[in-house]
Every structure is written in C-alpha cells, then in structure tokens.
Nanobody, 122 residues
Framework: QVQLVESGGGLVQAGGSLRLSCTTS????????MGWYRQAPGKQRDLVAT???????NYADSVKGRFTIYRDNAKNTVYLQMNSLKPEDTAVYYC????????????????WGQGTQVTVSS
C-alpha cells in the first residue's frame, strides 16, 4: 500500500510564508511526477504546481513568482514553498504523485494525500 502524508498547513497572515511537505511511503518501485493541487470552498480542485522526476517544474499563473516546488528524491518528498501569501490562496492543498509499485513496476498509478488546510487572513 502506498501513502502520501502531507504537513505544513496552518493559519498565516497575508504576506507571510508557509512550506508544505509531502512524503510518499509504503511499497513502491519509483515515483514519477509529483504535484500540488488546491480546492477552495465551492470550487473545483485546481493544479498549483507540478514537478517531473528530473526536477522540471510548472506552475499555475496565479502562483508564479510566489510559490516554488522542489523535491528530494532521496527522501521521497516534494515541497511547496509559498511566499507572499494572499487570502485567495486559502484552500485545502492536496499532494499528488505518480507511483510505480514493486509488484507492478511497468504501470503508473496516481495517489493523493488527505489534504492540508491553508488559511490566509487579511
């Protein structure tokens, strides 16, 4: 079984910073792309940032220049550094990973974390 465990969410004032982390654990062969998504009340889940296994990132327009995604492959962990936070960044943030298991190393499955709440006050 593969699990994604997120941490780092909380309450922060506008202009502040937070760093989210997501660690993949369990029985797996490799991790391909990883990413962060968020969902605000009454809205759909949207992409925030993704990063390939080789470290190439991409970002939603709304967070470019403010957020940075990076990963530590030795720790099976992806991070999201969030700076200059705005109230509109308030949402539940979800970690995503494409994983190849040991028993099925030729097929990539998508896994999700449980989500962590980020609240930005004005």
């Amino acid at each position: 079984q593969v699990q994604l465990v997120e941490s780092g969410g909380g309450l922060v004032q506008a202009g502040g910073s937070l760093r989210l982390s997501c660690t993949t654990s369990g029985s797996f062969f490799s991790i391909n792309a990883m990413g962060w998504y968020r969902q605000a009340p009454g809205k759909q889940r949207d992409l925030v940032a993704t990063i390939t296994s080789g470290g190439t990132p991409n970002y939603a327009d709304s967070v470019k220049g403010r957020f940075t995604i990076y990963r530590d492959n030795a720790k099976n962990t992806v991070y999201l550094q969030m700076n200059s936070l705005k109230p509109e960044d308030t949402a539940v943030y979800y970690c995503n990973a494409g994983v190849r298991t040991i028993t099925a190393p030729f097929f990539t499955n998508e896994y999700w974390g449980q989500g962590t709440q980020v609240t930005v006050s004005s």
